[in-house]
């Protein structure tokens, strides 16, 4: 149903539109390709492309996607395998699950975000002994003590 391109990564292809002030949709959506919203959504949203909401757009949905650009308005729970931008007109409310988040100055965001963990990393043993450190790059007027 899908091409595998567009599971790795945001699509190249063409931006769906759904617009309408005065349009409001309900439901569970699968969309293959990026989308741009400019009404209002709620439900249930896997996007195997970008998000974007657009400065009309309210969006009220648990999504899945790549990427997103939030400009309007977006409360649930989102997870984006890529990056999430709120700009200086988006409002966020609710939990992101992200590789990167980026707020710009004006932005909104009220709620917690997490790092994707990535499958194939080791995760970091905690050193709970002395460490090893070459004395010639420790600046030792930062230790309290005497000095040499």
Request: hydrophobic share 35%; with cysteine.
């Amino acid at each position: 149903m899908f091409t595998e391109k567009k599971k790795n990564g945001a699509a190249n292809g063409q931006l769906l539109a759904v617009f309408g002030n005065d349009a409001c949709l309900e439901g569970k959506f699968t969309i293959g390709d990026s989308i741009q919203i400019e009404c209002e959504i709620a439900g249930e949203m896997n996007i195997e492309g970008k998000l974007v909401i657009g400065e009309q757009g309210v969006v009220r949905a648990d999504v899945n996607t790549v990427d997103a650009m939030i400009r309007g308005q977006y409360h649930g729970d989102m997870v984006a395998t890529g990056d999430v931008e709120i700009a200086k007109t988006g409002r966020v409310t609710g939990k992101i699950e992200t590789d990167s988040l980026v707020i710009s100055k004006g932005g909104f965001f009220n709620g917690v975000v997490t790092k994707i963990e990535q499958p194939a990393r080791k995760k970091k043993v905690p050193h709970s002994g002395p460490a090893l450190v070459d004395g010639d790059t420790v600046d030792k007027r930062s230790f309290s003590g005497s000095s040499d």
